[in-house]
């Protein structure tokens, strides 16, 4: 079960910054889904962990240019992480969907997201119903709303700046859907948040040709009131940002493309 941590909201203004300086490597193959061999600068081979667990359509090709950190953790048994890859037209993308949520609260925290100003305290991994906790609870605004936030990564994206979510049938995502929904009929406000990390993407779609039940159960999400918002971040070789907000497009009919 998620732990659930309780943080208040204060003006911040730090980045979300990598364990150290980013090595360059070029990917060789992704396997076991969260491991990745790689070849380094020095052209020594090494076996580096791969922080996302999704399909990773399009930021797992043989031969991409990717960089990983190196994290000082005696425990670990692959203390180096796969952070970044350059995909086609070189845009940069971050693959590790551990930051989504730190750069959200920290959008919070440093107004960039203004939609979710207002709140004081925010509860992290929160519950509300069945086995899945949402991202985020927000509590404590003026007007005594409180909000149930879920937040995820898009990082596939298209040649004409289109992203995608999800990029592999997901039922946990369908299911956090669900709970937005149920938030909602119990009188709470509830938003779902796209972390956009593609630096090539302007505007976000649901991959209705991907998982259909996903697009359906967003539109019913829609619906029932759930708000819908995208940010992109912007990506250095030593830090991550969000800095800005980016259309969110949904179809009124399924779509299908074959578009990448």
């Known amino acids: 079960m998620p732990t659930t941590v309780v943080v208040e909201i204060k003006e911040s203004v730090n980045d ?9 490597a070029v990917l ?16 020594e081979h090494r076996i580096i ?9 399009g930021c797992d090709v043989l ?12 425990l670990r048994k692959y ?10 037209a070189g845009y940069l993308v971050c693959v590790n969907t551990h930051n989504d949520v730190p750069l959200v609260i920290e959008g919070i925290q440093d107004g960039t997201i203004q939609e979710l100003q ?3 305290q925010m509860t992290c991994n929160p519950q509300l119903l069945g086995e899945y906790s949402l991202s985020l609870l927000l509590e404590a605004k003026a007007d005594g709303t409180a909000c149930y936030l879920d937040v995820k990564s898009v990082t596939l ?15 946990h995502s369908v299911a956090q859907l669900k709970l937005l929904i149920h938030a909602r009929e119990q009188g709470y406000r509830a938003v779902l948040l796209y972390c956009v990390q593609h630096m090539g993407i302007d505007r976000v779609f649901p991959a209705d040709h991907i998982d259909s039940e996903y697009g359906r159960t967003l539109r019913k999400a829609i619906i029932a009131g759930v708000e819908i918002l995208a940010y992109r971040v912007d990506i250095s070789l030593h830090n991550i940002k969000l800095v800005k907000p980016v259309d969110v497009c949904i179809p009124a009919r399924m779509i299908c493309s074959s578009r990448f």
């Not at 031969?63 to 005696?74: E, H, L, Q, V």
């Not at 203390?79 to 086609?88: A, R, Y």
Request: glycine share 8%; proline share 8%.
């Open 28 to 43: 060789l193959k992704r396997y076991k889904r969260y491991l990745a061999e790689v070849v380094a600068d020095n052209k």
């Open 16 to 24: 979300v910054e990598f364990s150290g300086p980013l090595t360059q």
């Open 79 to 88: 203390p180096e992480t796969w952070e970044l890859v350059e995909v086609d």
């Open 63 to 74: 031969g991409s240019r990717i960089w990983f950190s190196y994290a000082p953790n005696t």
């Open 118 to 120: 207002g709140y004081q």
């Open 157 to 171: 994206g298209d040649e004409i700046h289109r992203g995608f979510f999800p990029d592999a049938p997901t039922a």
């Open 49 to 57: 962990y791969c922080p996302n667990l999704g399909a990773m359509t």
